[in-house]
Structure formats: structure tokens, C-alpha cells
Antibody, heavy 116, light 108 residues
Framework: EVQLVESGGGLVQPGGSLRLSCVASGFTFSNYEMNWVRQAPGKGLEWVSY????????YYGDSVKGRFTISRDNAKNSLYLQMNSLRAEDTALYYCARGGSYFRYWGRGTLVTVSS | EIVLTQSPGTLSLSPGERATLSCRASQSVDNNYLAWYQQKPGQAPRLLIY???SRATDIPDRFSGSGSGTDFTLSISRLEPEDFAQYYC?????????FGPGTKVDIK
């Protein structure tokens, strides 16, 4: 069974940093492209970032470019999102999602709240 | 960036009725790379349809997708109680991948 479990969310002040993690199981992690997708409270879905299976290619949405960094450790079956210079508008539930284009598997998400 | 518009914002129907949800793109979606997701409160989205019309694994055949270019439709032939939820379309034909704002299907 495919499982994606996110962690690392919490309350952070504007301008602060946070690192999210996603641990994968039930499939060969190193064979799959991965993404972060977020959802602000009561709002819709927003794609945040993508990483190729090897980690050599990454993409970002315009709203996070230059502030967020996606990475992965295939030996640990783990996906990461380093978030710097956080803003109030980054407050959201952050999902880890498997797929190179559409997203077949999702985690349950980890909540990030940016507030003073 | 391709902007997706979904209509209606809310669809109020009774169990057993047919639901028709629309997703319109601001420009043509390459290769009809459009997906549909269902999301219930407190849950992660669930993939229903990809490639505009291909049902994902374990999705009941009452769900169907159609369309091409800029106009796409998700149809639910006979609404079951568990189908009342939020539905999102997503295009993955060109970066950045974008989602529509959603259609809520609620019980009339």
C-alpha cells in the first residue's frame, strides 16, 4: 500500500523558516517524481514544487520561487521542502503528492501557520 | 500560466440525479492533459480522471470525463451519497500546473 506521511509543520513567524518532510512507503521511491501541493484554509489547491526521481530537475510555482527549495533523499525514501522567508500567505496545509504531472497518491498533509 | 475556471461554483442535487461539472481553460490544454479530483472535508484529494477521460484505478464507472482544447466536463451519472464533495480540475499540459477553484456538489 502506497503511503505518504508528511511532518514538520507548525507555527512560525513571518520571515522565519521551516523544513517539511515526507516519508514514502509501499513503492520504490527512487523511481517516482514527487511534488508538494498546498491548500490554504478553506481555499483551493495550489501546486508548489516538483522534483524528478533522481533529484536533478526541480520546478517551482511563481509564488514560492527563490524562497522554497525542494529536495529528496532516495536512500531514506524522503522528500523535503525547505521554506524560507515565510509570509502570511504561505499559511496552508502542505501535501506531498506522487506523480510527474497529475497526482495519483497524496499524503494527509502537514499544517503550516505563518503568524506573529 | 493557464487559468482554469470551474462552473457552477455550487451544484445542489439529489441522490440519483446526474451531475455535470464544467472546467474551462484560458488557453488550449496541451494533449488534453486534464485531471479531476474529488475532495471531502478533512481528507486529501482523490484522483478521479486523468488525460481528460481516463478513469483512475478503483474509480466507479458512474464518473466520466470528456472534452478537449479549452472545455472539459466531469459527469457523475447517478449521484451516490458519498459523491457529495468538492471537485477540482487540474491541467498538466504546461508548467506551472494549475488547479481550478472547485465546484461543490451538495445535497439539495
Amino acid at each position: 500500500e502506497v503511503q505518504l506521511v508528511e511532518s514538520g509543520g507548525g507555527l512560525v513567524q513571518p520571515g522565519g523558516s521551516l523544513r517539511l518532510s515526507c516519508v514514502a512507503s509501499g513503492f520504490t521511491f527512487s523511481n517516482y517524481e514527487m511534488n508538494w501541493v498546498r491548500q490554504a484554509p478553506g481555499k483551493g489547491l495550489e501546486w508548489v514544487s516538483y522534483i524528478y526521481d533522481s533529484g536533478h530537475t526541480v520546478y517551482y510555482g511563481d509564488s514560492v520561487k527563490g524562497r522554497f527549495t525542494i529536495s529528496r533523499d532516495n536512500a531514506k525514501n524522503s522528500l523535503y521542502l525547505q521554506m524560507n522567508s515565510l509570509r502570511a500567505e504561505d499559511t496552508a496545509l502542505y501535501y506531498c503528492a506522487r506523480g510527474g504531472s497529475y497526482f495519483r497518491y497524496w499524503g494527509r498533509g502537514t499544517l503550516v501557520t505563518v503568524s506573529s | 500560466e493557464i487559468v482554469l475556471t470551474q462552473s457552477p461554483g455550487t451544484l445542489s442535487l439529489s441522490p440519483g440525479e446526474r451531475a455535470t461539472l464544467s472546467c474551462r481553460a484560458s488557453q488550449s490544454v496541451d494533449n488534453n492533459y486534464l485531471a479531476w479530483y474529488q475532495q471531502k472535508p478533512g481528507q486529501a484529494p482523490r484522483l478521479l480522471i486523468y488525460g481528460a477521460s481516463s478513469r483512475a484505478t478503483d474509480i466507479p464507472d458512474r464518473f466520466s470525463g470528456s472534452g478537449s482544447g479549452t472545455d472539459f466536463t466531469l459527469s457523475i451519472s447517478r449521484l451516490e451519497p458519498e459523491d457529495f464533495a468538492q471537485y477540482y480540475c487540474q491541467q498538466y499540459g504546461s508548467s506551472p500546473w494549475t488547479f481550478g477553484p472547485g465546484t461543490k456538489v451538495d445535497i439539495k
